[in-house]
């Protein structure tokens, strides 16, 4: 079979048929690239732009990613804004895209940007990004939480948080809980106010708590999604570099229908499925000892397998996990084994 893997070059031949905003050059030309990558059928490429122009560049990389897709040999490709502009452009960077090397438009000075995503609320979408925050600040990184889920936030509970955000330099700054930095529109509203929202207000909060927080340089930042795949959805994953999501369900039918929606969003989107939680996944009776799969058992590992993503692993349904949550002390912090059954960190690191 002939080399399908295309040459820089050809990558660069395919965007100089990209009229850049102004529309006199096209974008290679015009110094917009900053850099192409090919790996493994995608074609990444980052596009230098500012803050004031990204509205116009979205157009741009939808062109370029269009141009890129049509390369012989590319089966994906994806195109980010990245907002340097002290770096002339330069030779790609091997870690574009999965490991954003490239800064991405938002969330720039975050490592890697990690999406806990489900298809339906109440699944513990949010118990597990809490969770998942914690322990890997607990391995030493520094670690951020975005509650993206702006219909139902929930990290002032989870994380026993009830004092407003102050300002400074115009700027909104992140709250410190459990040794992370976190931001939430459930901070700036009174605890149990309900939030309406029409659909534009709901990117401009996004955008708000994605560009004008204060967020330190971080090794990752953990976004809670709000559930669904709707247009916030897709504004997150199209506006950030997405180092990858994690898809948390419960083991019915129902609910893994909507998490296989929310998987293929992520596909076509390119943003790699880090794999798939089985959250509430039994019961076993505190008195008694007895299990109860109350909503069904081995369902999201299924379907897992079916898609050929990784199973993570399945959460039992605890009342502790739940108590600590409605706590504000979350279960990672003092009672982390609650979360870890099969496979178990031990079995993972064995296998
Ligand atoms: P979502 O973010 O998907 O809407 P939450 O994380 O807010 O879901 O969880 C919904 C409710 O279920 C919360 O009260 C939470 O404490 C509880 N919960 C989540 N996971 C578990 C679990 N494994 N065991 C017991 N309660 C859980």
Redesign the pocket.
């Known amino acids: 079979m002939p080399d399908q893997t295309p040459t820089q070059e050809a990558l660069l031949d395919a965007l100089r048929a990209v009229a850049d905003p102004a529309g006199r050059r096209d974008i290679v030309s015009a110094g917009l690239v900053e850099g192409v990558v090919f790996r493994d059928g995608l074609a990444e490429a980052a596009l230098l732009t500012d803050r004031a122009h990204a509205e116009a560049m979205e157009p741009v990389c939808t062109a370029a990613e269009a141009a890129l897709a049509a390369v012989p040999g590319v089966q994906r490709a994806r195109v980010v804004l990245t907002a340097h502009h002290d770096a002339p452009p330069g030779p790609p960077s091997p870690g574009l895209g999965h490991k954003p090397a490239a800064k991405p438009l938002l969330l720039a000075n975050a490592g890697a940007v990690i999406a806990v995503a ?1 298809g ?10 809490v969770n998942l925050a914690i322990a890997l600040s607990q391995t030493g990184q520094r670690v951020g939480l975005l509650d993206a ?1 702006v219909y ?1 936030p ?1 990290l002032p509970t ?1 994380l026993g948080l009830n004092r407003r955000p102050e300002m400074r330099d115009d700027r909104i700054q992140t709250l410190s809980a459990w040794g992370l930095h976190t931001m939430s529109i459930g901070y700036m509203v009174d605890a149990g106010t309900p939030l309406i929202w029409r659909g534009p207000m709901v990117m401009g909060a996004l955008e708000q708590m994605m560009g004008e927080v204060a967020w330190p340089d971080l090794d990752v930042l953990v976004i ?1 999604m709000p ?1 669904g795949t709707g247009d916030a959805q897709l504004t997150i994953a199209q506006r950030v570099a997405l180092a990858g999501a994690v898809i ?1 369900s419960t083991p019915q039918d129902i609910a893994l229908d909507d998490a296989r929606r929310g998987i293929a969003m992520f596909q076509h989107t390119n943003v790699p499925v880090l794999g798939l939680i089985e ?2 996944s039994y019961f076993i009776c505190p008195h008694c000892g007895e299990r109860a799969e109350i909503f069904g058992h081995g369902g999201a590992r299924t379907e897992a397998e079916r898609l050929g993503i990784d199973f993570l692993g399945e ?5 502790e ?2 108590a600590a ?2 706590a504000g002390t979350p279960v990672a912090v003092d009672n982390p084994c609650l979360l870890y059954t099969s496979p178990s960190p031990r079995d993972m690191r064995r296998s």
């Open positions: 489900s339906k609320g109440g699944v513990g979408k949010s118990t597990v990004a889920d139902g929930s989870l809670d559930p948390v959250n509430m959460i039992p349904l605890q009342a996990i739940r949550s409605d």
